[in-house]
């Protein structure tokens, strides 16, 4: 497969201006990846050729094709996203960055960092399905060369197909690239099924292929008696559903009549009907096996007839009858609605009411930070096996398999769920625990005058989003209860202070502490306080902050003043030391702090300043947040020095920038370590260009400590510089 291929399969429905793009895009991944091989020896750029093959099949749109070749540029090159969105557009970057995993983050366990990488990539997929079309064709690819890994990785991502992506595959109504990764899954998961089951299916082949070709041409000679022009073939049964078959109606091989079975694709919807009653007429239709999924399709827009009939020797005849329209849905599902039209994908008119579980991704990820939590309550609502249920109007409603009536009536709407009071299923009253069948008619019965959910049904509910709307019906019902809560303790608190409560919770104070502490108004804290989200001391620290500082500093000018009248002679002046190792000239039993704008350790040149109410900030001498002497707040400046031996350790921020390896962060650490320095932080990051920053934060006794440890570490190879860091 080369690009000349690529062009040529692309220009079947694209312009020339849109394949000269796809060309540029090729030419930019071939550099990008020059130098790169598979796992099989191949250069690298064969594979998001291949992916980009796979999606022209499906005749999506320039853009697609383009994001499918540049999809592993950003991941595996040193092209920044930014370089993709200036030669192919906000939209291609945005697809390529939902292809992208989340490689340069820190997490806790490989499960962790892939979690991430599932959340990001399905939030991505519900703005732009184009996202999972092109993770399905890469995946698709990687299975076809799964050969080439290691047992343990073939293992590894095939189990992960199948518990991920062919689900996503069969919601998305992508028959062929599921079946195709199916297949190859059970070939590497159960290699003895997968050989025994091709070598029993190749043995049968001869006898079963004559006697399909028999009655294709008794359906072809009666279709064209009627006037109906079509396409009949045999279609072979897929390994993997043999083997399901076999293992979950434990079944042996002998038993499975349906290996192959009749497609019969016609011009049209009438047709299909007119060539079900031919076919109807020639065999006799086995009782309970006719399905129309045209007149009601699948929730994946699959539409077809599915009738099996005892054929001409006496065994089971699968038939499948069908429009060339609802085909190219089979094999491509979602992809087939969306039709391009003038250089744009545009979704057909059913599409966005039938994708509507799109939607409800996003809001399952809005509604937890934990990715874990997130991909489980996908697995139990989106991958599981499915049920299908009426409403008493006819619309079929999708439920995971094992849903219960609370389930459906949270699907329904949010407040039928609160209301709900008991359910009918296929006319009888069932309780709320039942277990509803695919077929099901499901009538919820609701009251106006309903105490609203029980806390039994979060353990009764199936379904994650059921149980979550239970649990944020709890939450705002108790939300009353816990603003009156939050507000007595809030007043009893400052009264127990000796503040005026009436005076401090005044509206435009309340507020302003609401918005200290994040919330959106003053009932959101006050709730908080209620439900012990958040302590009513801390509120009421934020409240008298300002009456206590206006306190504190009366008192220590008032200090000050009393302290300077009793000093002696400047010869004989008192020194105070505090226990932080600082003594204030004329000064006694004074607060002294240090800031943490400089961070002094002793050895430093260091200037005092009078607080407003929390005594004296000690400063480096050439620290930018000093306020000149002759100023208006010079005389808040006052002399200090250090005490004759400091025993205590102080925090200094130091940065050290240096180009950017495996292995740098550890020999950094590694030479903090060696000189028996204590590190409180860390945090790094680099930046395309190749520059790591390291930020550290050590505990120093002195200066001619943070020298030693400062020179250690401009000993690792390639550290550039090491700088203390002063805070503005």
């Known amino acids: ?11 079947t429905y694209l312009k020339e201006a849109e394949l000269a793009r796809i060309r540029e895009a090729y030419e930019f991944a071939d550099r990008a990846h020059s130098g790169q091989v598979r796992k099989s020896g191949e250069p690298y750029i064969l594979h998001p050729l291949a992916v980009a093959d796979i999606i022209a099949s499906m005749q999506m749109d320039a853009t697609s094709i383009i994001a499918a070749l540049l999809h592993d540029v950003v991941e595996d090159t040193v092209v920044s996203l930014e370089a993709v969105e200036e030669h192919f557009g906000r939209t291609c970057a945005m697809l390529v960055d939902g ?25 991505a997929m519900a703005r732009d399905i184009r996202v999972i079309l092109i993770k399905l064709a890469d995946r698709l690819h990687n299975m076809r060369t799964l050969k080439y890994q290691s047992e343990e990785s073939q293992r590894r991502i095939a189990e992960e197909t199948l518990e991920i992506f062919c689900p996503i595959a069969h919601r998305l109504g992508m028959s062929a690239i599921k079946w195709e990764m199916e297949d190859i899954c059970l070939r590497y998961l159960n290699p003895q099924q997968y050989y025994r089951i091709a070598n029993m299916m190749q043995k049968k082949r001869a006898e079963r292929e004559q006697y399909i070709e028999d009655c294709i041409r008794t359906i072809r000679e009666k279709l064209e008696e009627m006037g109906i022009h079509g396409d009949i073939s045999g279609r072979p049964k897929h390994l993997y559903s043999i083997y399901k078959k076999m293992t979950s109606k434990g079944k042996q091989f002998n038993e499975i009549y349906d290996l192959l079975a009749i497609r019969v694709i016609v011009e049209n919807m009438k047709d299909c009907y007119a060539s079900l009653g031919i076919i109807h007429t020639l065999w006799k239709p086995m009782p309970g096996r006719f399905k129309d999924y045209i007149a009601m399709p699948k929730p994946n827009m699959y539409q077809s007839l599915h009738t099996t009939v005892i054929g001409p020797s006496g065994e089971p005849l699968e038939v499948q009858i069908r429009t ?7 094999e491509y599902g979602i992809a087939a609605h969306w039709a391009y039209k003038e250089g744009a994908m545009v979704p057909s008119g059913s599409f966005e009411d039938k994708m509507n579980w799109f939607r409800e991704i996003l809001e399952l990820q809005k509604e937890t930070t934990d990715a874990a939590e997130f991909m489980e309550s996908l697995k139990m609502d989106f991958f599981t096996d499915l049920v299908y249920v009426f409403t008493p109007k006819g619309e079929v409603i999708e439920l995971p398999a094992g849903s219960v009536p609370l389930d459906f009536a949270y699907r329904i709407h949010t407040e039928v769920g609160n209301r709900t009071i008991g359910a009918k299923v296929n006319g009888r009253i069932v309780p709320l625990d039942h277990r509803l069948k695919t077929g099901d ?40 209860e816990n603003v009156q809560k939050g507000r007595e303790a809030i007043e009893r608190e400052l009264k127990r202070l000796g503040y005026d409560a009436a005076e401090l919770m005044a509206d435009e104070k309340m507020l302003e502490a609401a918005k200290k502490f994040n919330f959106n108004d003053i009932e959101d804290m006050l709730s908080a306080v209620g439900f012990g989200g958040i302590t009513a001391a801390q ?19 008032q200090q000050l003043t009393a302290e300077k009248k009793e000093a002696k002679a400047p010869s004989a002046e008192k020194k105070s030391r505090q226990a932080s190792g600082v003594t204030v000239k004329g000064v006694d039993n004074l607060l002294v702090r240090f800031a943490r704008c400089c961070n002094p350790v002793p050895g430093d040149d260091i200037i005092g300043y ?19 002497a002759d100023g208006e707040e010079g005389n808040r400046v006052i002399e200090v020095e250090w005490a004759d031996s400091v025993e205590a350790s102080f925090n200094v921020e130091i940065e050290i920038t240096g180009h950017d390896r495996r292995g740098l962060l550890n020999e950094v ?21 190749k520059m790591a920053q390291i930020h550290m934060t050590i505990l120093i006794r002195n200066i001619d400590h943070l020298h030693m440890v400062v020179e250690k570490i401009k000993r690792v190879k390639d550290v550039y510089s090491v700088q203390r860091i002063m805070q503005t």
Not at 539 to 557: F, M, Q, S, V, Y
Request: aromatic content about 6%.
């Open 1 to 11: 497969m080369g690009i000349e291929q690529l062009l040529e399969k692309a220009g």
């Open 99 to 123: 292809l992208t995993k989340l490689e340069r983050i820190q997490f806790q366990s490989k499960e962790e960092q892939q979690n991430e990488n599932y959340r990001k990539m399905f939030v």
């Open 324 to 330: 060339w329209e609802m085909h190219r849905t089979s």
């Open 441 to 480: 008619i499901v009538e919820i019965l609701t009251s106006k005058h309903s105490y609203g959910p029980s806390t039994d049904w979060i353990k009764i509910a199936q379904s994650s989003h059921a149980r979550s709307k239970i649990r944020q019906w709890f939450k705002k019902e108790k939300r009353e």
């Open 539 to 557: 509120i009421c620290t934020r409240l008298t902050e300002k009456l206590r500082r206006e306190a504190e500093e009366a008192l220590t000018l």
């Open 610 to 628: 009078i607080t407003r109410g929390r005594g004296v900030s000690v400063h480096r001498s050439d620290c930018t947040n000093i306020p000149p």
């Open 669 to 689: 650490l590694q030479a903090v370590s060696e000189s028996k320095t204590v590190m409180s932080a860390v945090s790094g990051r680099s930046d395309k260009n």
